[in-house]
């Protein structure tokens, strides 16, 4: 295999103006892709772009679907990294806000429907496309806080193997990449801003990085034709589960 295996693709990364999707942006087009950036924050897009060979941005709110159809259905992309996503807060269910509910849900359930959709017909009619979704371990596995986050990403695991049987004998490629806890924006998001909590969750643990799992997704995206990667569940070695982390004592 050639060090740019990737060479001629076009690949479409959402959620790429920070963490898992700015990683993995940077690998596909390292290894020469050119990458449609997608994210709603324009300045961290170009950021991002300007550390690819090749790659432009593309401000998008993966939630407004006319927006996603008009901007995306007429190009023809080789690779989808359906990776945008978020949580908000660790309350029960019982004490939950709904208008977050309909913040997570929207963006890691519809904006991974909105994502998809424009790009299906357009590989399907040419016989070749690799659909790359970015699950979790909380799509696995729920845990006490993560109820409306978790649901949203075990849905995203039922979109992966909804595609999977609806495509078989296409040539199009589906997987489903499902890190456990990463070191990103995502739980300062969630922690909505609180750095100092956000920065707890790591306290005596090694996570994993971006980097770590961009390696996986390009892994998945270099494999030959024939070859389709379904799930790659990655998990930090220090985290057995959603709920067991192994911690050093930092006093
Ligand atoms: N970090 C973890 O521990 C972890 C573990 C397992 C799975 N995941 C999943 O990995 C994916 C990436 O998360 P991350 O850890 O890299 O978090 P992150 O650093 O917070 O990045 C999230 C990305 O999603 C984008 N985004 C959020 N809402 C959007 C919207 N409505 N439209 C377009 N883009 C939107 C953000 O960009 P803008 O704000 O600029 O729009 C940002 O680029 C998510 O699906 C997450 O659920 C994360």
Known sequence: MTNTPLSGRLALVTGASAGIGAAAARALSVAGAHVVCCARREEALEAVVAECPSAEALPLDVTDGAACAAALGDRAFDIVLANAGMAIGTSSLVDGDVSDWSRVIDTNVKG?????????????????????????????????GGNVYCATKFAVKALYEALRVELVGTGLRITTVDPGMVE??????????????????????????SEDVADAILWAATRPAHVDIGEIVLWPTDQASTTLVHRTSTE
């Open 112 to 144: 991974v429907l909105n994502t998809i959709r424009p790009v299906l017909s357009g590989m399907k009619e040419r016989g070749f496309g690799h659909v790359i979704t970015l699950g979790s371990v909380a799509g696995r596995q729920v845990y006490p």
């Open 184 to 209: 990103t924006e995502f739980s300062l998001v969630r922690f909505e801003g609180d750095k100092a909590k956000a920065d707890a969750l790591y306290d005596g643990m090694t996570p994993l990085t």
